[in-house]
């Protein structure tokens, strides 16, 4: 391609709505352009490394088997309600565009595919002899998403492969997802990623195991925790490890103290000189649930540690039955505010006791301007670290005091229900091994595989007859990778303050031929031929014959993180050009003739 002739738009400054380089660096080459929020054209150069990624994972995604197919993007609404979701995505998460056509219909656009797999899958698969069956298809999502960000990484209309399978068993559907995690592996070393898979955690969805892989990277959204021995790594949300052990209590005898303003744990400690680890904290919390019940949640946990919320809401969503409640809709911290909305009187925020009165809370609660039913009493749930803790400290319920001394079954009465709610963090010991500490990084979730079970099959009653000639459901697994984001994670993952350094597997381009002059007709002559060349070679080649400095075209070269620049300049005259690596920035010059087989060399190298 010829730059002269290619919509070719170069910015110098860095765009005011982007936080974050790789959104900053894809604006200004010119890869793509913002349309509205949550909203990119992919410009020719983004399009090529959209479909060289695209390419390696069908490559990847056939040699497990699996078949390409192309679903609809508008979903009629039926669907979402046989599965039970049209409501969760619809008004809850509020994630689906949904739409009423002319004939009052209504529809959906695609944020995933479960419901219209699971509907063929009814339709066509009768018999265990069918099985297994992995389809999958690349192609364009939408989602609302409340805060789209970062450019690619957080679209509103975004680019995913997504794969289902269905299986007989969960021998077969295991080793499906053995062979997508491999199938993932090899897709992010193919394009030259550093990454990491990850156990991740599966919602209320269940399933017996996920895995993200996670792009490596500072800007990433994800924090992951792992052990340096190789033998653990997680998603913080999912994350479990040892708690570091309680200190002894300092106090012996029960009483209340007068403690002003400390409202926080690290005043308190530091008013009363005790460890953290000694102070049963009592955190509150709103769950609304599906049947529009809003329950008030109090969580008892070591002073010490946090309220991992995913967990939280993954037990939650294992008590929804109590309160006649399929799932959460939504899980909020109760601030001042909120508690405005179900309190009669003040709360003593900062100094509740794990007996709090059920009294504070009035029969309705205001949500909006509608009144919503509120359960009289909090739900009150221990984590595991208070269970052993003696002569603690908590709140007293009333503002400005604390109680030291504390003890279960004496002055309060344990939770009955005691969950593991605590959040992992770096420091903490590994639970595989406890002389393993857990350490940080942070990582951008370019795939997700997941291993199903029956939750779709069930609810739309997608069967087959098994060798015995009895109905199941079929089991299924579902495998999601983000194409336009995992292009993105590159650039995060390589650039400089030049511009972008694309991995050669994945570059819109391998070689950039630039003509130092093209006001020497020699100059323009050579590179001529050798883009000739090059392309019969089958090289990936664009052409820089604009009419500009060379400055400006070393400039864009870099800019747009093109891996070979051959540069015809003055060399010539000895036969020679220069070869100059953007990766490492190594420059050489090389004869004329070599230049052709040296850079097929390098390119194959480099793909590996
Ligand atoms: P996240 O936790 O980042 O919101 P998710 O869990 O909703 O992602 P999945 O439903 O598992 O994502 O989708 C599969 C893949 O699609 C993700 O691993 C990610 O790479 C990509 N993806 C999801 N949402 C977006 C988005 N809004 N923009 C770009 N890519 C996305
Ligand atoms: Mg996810």
Same mark, same amino acid.
């Given at each position: ?109 695609? &944020?995933?595919?479960?419901?219209? =797999?699971?509907?063929?899958? $009814? %339709?066509? @698969? +009768?018999?265990?002899?069918? *099985? &297994?069956?992995?389809?999958?298809? =690349?192609?364009?999502?939408? $989602? %609302?998403? @409340? +805060?789209?960000?970062?450019? *690619? ?5 975004? =680019? ?12 077969? *559907? ?69 708690p570091?052990?309680a ?18 744990i ?10 953290p680890t000694?102070v049963v904290k009592n955190v509150l919390y ?11 949640v109090l969580v008892s946990i070591r002073g010490d540690q946090e309220v991992n919320e995913?967990k939280l809401?993954?037990e ?17 911290v ?18 509740i006791?794990p ?25 009150r749930l221990a984590d595991k670290t208070v269970l052993?803790l003696?002569?603690f400290?908590t709140g ?19 939770p009955?229900i005691i969950v593991d709610v605590r959040k ?185």
């Open positions: 391609m010829r730059l002269s002739q290619m919509l070719f738009v170069t910015l110098r400054d860095d765009p005011a709505d982007a936080e974050i380089p790789s959104h900053k660096l894809l604006l200004r080459a010119g890869y793509i352009r913002r349309i509205g929020s949550g909203i990119y054209a992919y410009l020719p150069l983004m399009w090529r490394v959209l479909q060289k990624i695209s390419q390696i994972v069908r490559e990847e995604m056939n040699a497990t088997g699996a078949q390409e197919c192309l679903l609809p993007q508008l979903q009629p609404a039926s669907l979402w309600r046989e599965s039970g979701r049209w409501d969760t995505y619809t008004k809850a998460e509020g994630i689906m565009f949904a739409l009423v056509d002319r004939r009052q219909q209504e529809l959906a656009l695609g &944020p995933t595919h479960e419901e219209v =797999i699971t509907m063929l899958a $009814r %339709d066509l @698969i +009768r018999s265990y002899r069918q *099985l &297994p069956l992995s389809l999958y298809q =690349i192609q364009t999502k939408f $989602r %609302d998403e @409340i +805060r789209p960000r970062f450019g *690619l990484m957080r679209g509103r209309e975004f =680019i995913m492969k997504d794969c289902y399978s269905f299986h007989a068993s969960e021998e077969s *559907l295991k080793k499906t997802y053995q062979d997508m995690y491999q199938a993932y592996s090899n897709v992010l070393q193919r394009c030259g990623l550093a990454f990491r898979a990850v156990e991740a955690d599966s919602g209320a969805i269940g399933g017996s195991g996920s895995t993200e892989f996670m792009v490596l990277a500072e800007a990433g959204e994800d924090e992951v925790l792992y052990t340096e021995d190789g033998q653990y790594a997680a998603n913080v949300e999912k994350a479990v490890s040892l570091a052990a200190q002894p209590s300092k106090f012996t005898s029960y009483e209340k103290r007068e403690t002003p303003a400390t409202e926080t690290e005043k308190l400690c530091a008013f009363l000189k005790c460890s000694q709103q769950v609304l649930y599906d049947n529009g019940t809003t329950v008030l995913v809401q993954n939650l969503t294992k008590l929804a039955g109590q309160y006649g409640a399929k799932t959460v809709l939504k899980l909020a109760l601030d001042a505010d909120a508690q405005k909305n179900w309190s009669a009187k003040p709360l003593p925020l900062g100094y006791a007996d709090l009165a059920d009294d504070y809370i009035t029969r309705f609660a205001q949500e909006g301007n509608k009144e919503q039913a509120i359960h009289p009493q909090f739900l052993d003696k002569n400290v007293s319920n009333e503002s400005g005091c604390h109680v030291v001394g504390a003890n279960w079954h004496q002055q309060f009465k344990l009955e992992a963090k770096a420091g903490d010991r590994s639970v595989h091994n406890p002389e393993q500490i857990l350490k940080s990084t942070r990582g951008i979730e370019v795939g997700h595989i997941f291993q199903l079970g029956t939750k779709y099959s069930q609810a739309m009653a997608a069967n087959y007859t098994n060798e015995q000639g009895e109905e199941k459901p079929l089991i299924m697994g579902c495998y999601g990778m983000g194409i336009s984001r995992l292009a993105q994670a590159a650039v995060e993952q390589f650039y400089d303050r030049d511009g972008i350094i694309w991995p050669v597997a994945i570059a819109p381009y391998e070689v950039i031929v630039t003509i130092a002059n093209v006001n020497d007709a020699t100059q323009v002559e050579i590179a001529e031929k050798l883009y000739h060349q090059l392309n019969q070679a089958g090289i990936e080649t664009l052409l820089d014959d604009r009419n500009e400095r060379a400055g400006v075209k070393f400039k864009d070269a870099d800019l747009i993180g093109i891996p070979f620049r051959i540069v015809i300049g003055r060399a010539i005259a000895n036969g020679k050009v220069e070869l100059v690596e953007r990766f490492t920035r190594t420059c050489e010059e090389i004869t004329i003739e070599e230049v052709v087989s040296n850079l097929k060399q390098r390119i194959d190298m480099a793909k590996g």
